[in-house]
């Protein structure tokens, strides 16, 4: 097995699920307004260990995620036998409960890491910039935004703030565009998120939340 280098300490593993299923169309109001910032609500120091698969258990990788401050997350995504690893280091905004800067870096046993690409939250708010469109602003169409790419880590730390956590709220998507097109990167479209049930989970008093919408194509 491949032992990685990361510069998070992997210190301790906690109990935290959020079930990303696929249902029928639930529409939700919410936005930016159903969270509130509670800065002693950051569990800075801990990882979170997931696995992430399709539903039947199929395309399973494993993902660390680490608070490593009041506004820093390192995301190591991986795998048993894997020789690249990639590593996601991202600067929340906790006004817009939202990533400000994201570094994707890829992880090479014995090489330096390299910086694949970088994005930021333009000042004005409008939207973000990429490294690899540097000129152009690309529209936020609503905020909070996340990106699956990122595992939705961004919202998954952003469950702790919410005002009502069982009332169904909104959040856009916003990911890389994976075709010969314009633009690289792209709002997707509104998420909607449910809460369905509290269960039990490695002895842990969960909530387990249905996600769904055009950010997720239905």
Do not use: C
Not at 28 to 47: I, L, S
Request: glycine share 8%; net charge neutral.
């Amino acid at each position: 097995m491949t032992t990685w280098k990361w510069s998070a300490v992997l210190r301790t593993a906690a109990g935290f699920v959020s079930l990303l299923q696929l249902a029928a169309p639930s529409r939700a109001a919410g936005q930016v307004a159903a969270f509130r910032h509670d800065p002693a609500r950051v569990p800075v120091g801990r990882v979170y260990e997931y696995i992430k698969s399709n539903r039947d258990g199929s395309n399973a990788g494993r993902i660390s995620l680490y608070v490593a401050g009041a506004d820093r997350l390192e995301s190591l995504k991986w795998g048993p036998g894997d020789t690249v690893a990639t590593l996601v280091v991202a600067t929340m905004d906790w006004d817009r409960f939202s990533v400000r800067r994201l570094e994707s870096w890829v992880l090479v046993r014995g090489v330096a890491p390299a910086l694949r690409a970088a994005l930021e939250t333009d000042s004005s708010g409008a939207g973000v910039r990429v490294s690899f469109a540097p000129d152009s602003l690309l529209p936020i169409r609503g905020w909070p935004w996340h990106s699956y790419d990122f595992d939705f880590a961004s919202l998954n730390v952003s469950f702790a703030d919410l005002v009502q956590p069982e009332a169904p709220f909104t959040f856009q998507r916003a990911d890389i565009v994976y075709a010969e097109s314009w633009p690289p990167f792209a709002d997707m479209g509104p998420v909607n998120v449910r809460f369905v049930r509290r269960e039990q989970r490695s002895g842990l008093d969960v909530r387990v939340y249905e996600l769904d919408g055009p950010g997720l194509q239905d």
